[in-house]
């Protein structure tokens, strides 16, 4: 992993990666007939925007 950080950022413990596998998740039982677009709309419609970890902070502005 990178020194500075950066490699963990996408580590198994991050939001990230848990809301990433909560998506794998819900994909696998989504209804088979819908299309690849609407599985995943329905997917992120499952989950709460809470769950999502906020955007990172942009000091630039």
């Not at 994909?27 to 819908?34: R, T």
């Not at 997917?43 to 630039?60: H, K, L, M, Q, Y």
């Amino acid at each position: 992993m990178a020194a500075n950080g950066e490699g963990e950022s996408l580590g198994s413990g991050s939001p990230e990666a848990k809301l990433g596998m909560r998506v794998e998740d819900l994909w696998d039982v989504m209804e088979p007939q819908l299309s690849p677009t609407e599985k995943l709309n329905a997917c992120f419609e499952s989950i709460p925007v809470s769950a999502f970890p906020p955007a990172p902070s942009d000091t630039g502005m």
